[in-house]
């Protein structure tokens, strides 16, 4: 039996340049992406400051403290009073004597709200020397407006 | 019915579908974009706050005393007056920039006044937190024409805490 071939009448369109265009903004993405939100806390607002770049290295042993604007603080997930701080800083330090390093390679990046009072900034600072950390980092933001 | 043997035909073209890496791709861009969100740079301004005490005795001739910057605030924790060694600006952190970079000057390097000067701040406790930042930016340098920072004082520390307003 002898089949003719039909002749399509089916337009189909150059998937090409849209296919190209999809990769090229999945790369976008995915360069930009951000891995680092475990560090950041959407409940503080940090000051502002035209000095505040990304440091050229990263910190060797960073802790994060994040200071809400009521003046309690956030680490590990958990809210807890200033003076409620000493366990977890304790840990802290047993991990580093752990590694064998001393207390005053690690750093307590302050990350505190810009209503926060001044006061319990010096408080936290405080708190953390009373448990031999003498490293601070006061965090700010990038002011790109000036 | 004969078939004829089609391998031979060389017009004939072998179509990989596209849907299903269309399907994955387009739903890859989905995430990224969902999970997308421009986050500000952050930096840091170092702190030393040692544990022991000053130590006690003749300050040392070559290093400058600590530039003592207070900020005062009002009861709703704004701003309300910043003194360099007691002298009155006003609110402005422009004059504190500019006062701090006469003392500075520009001589960098090893004994140069920028090396050794301090800042000690002393803010009352209701001072809003971002004041404290904004006196640090302009006691800590500025940025050029070309947008690279110049250091100023790289010594900060605090005073220690005032009592909290009744």
Request: glycine share 6%.
């Amino acid at each position: 039996m002898r089949i003719k071939k039909a002749e399509s009448n089916i337009v189909e369109g150059d998937l090409t340049p849209m296919i190209d265009m999809t990769f090229q903004l999945i790369a976008f993405f995915m360069v930009l992406i951000n891995f680092t939100q475990s560090e950041q806390n959407e409940r503080i607002v940090l000051p502002d400051s035209e000095l505040a770049k990304p440091p050229e290295t990263p910190l060797e042993h960073p802790i994060t403290l994040h200071l809400t604007e009521e003046g309690t603080v956030i680490i590990g997930g958990e809210e807890i009073p200033i003076t409620g701080l000493g366990p977890y800083l304790s840990r802290e330090a047993n991990v580093l004597r752990l590694r064998g390093r001393p207390l005053s390679d690690a750093t307590i990046v302050i990350r505190g709200h810009r209503d926060a009072q001044t006061g319990k900034v010096q408080e936290l600072i405080r708190e953390c020397q009373r448990n031999n950390f003498e490293t601070f980092a006061l965090r700010a933001e990038e002011d790109v407006g000036n | 019915m004969r078939v004829r043997n089609v391998a031979g035909n060389r017009n004939d073209k072998v179509e990989i579908s596209m849907t299903p890496m269309i399907d994955i791709v387009f739903q890859l861009l989905v995430f990224f974009i969902m999970t997308f969100r421009i986050v500000a740079q952050e930096g840091d301004f170092n702190v030393k706050m040692p544990l022991s005490a000053p130590a006690e005795g003749l300050p040392d001739p070559d290093r400058l005393p600590p530039m003592k910057v207070r900020l005062q605030a009002h009861p709703s924790g704004d701003l309300a007056l910043i003194s360099l060694n007691e002298q009155p600006l006003g609110q402005s952190f422009r004059t504190l920039h500019n006062q701090i970079r006469d003392v500075v000057g520009d001589d960098r390097g090893p004994g140069s006044i920028q090396e050794t000067a301090e800042v000690e701040l002393d803010a009352d406790y209701h001072l809003r937190y971002e004041y404290v930042i904004s006196a640090i930016t302009a006691v800590s340098g500025y940025l050029d024409a070309n947008r690279n920072i110049v250091n100023l004082v790289e010594r900060v520390r605090f005073s220690p805490p005032r009592t909290p307003p009744n």
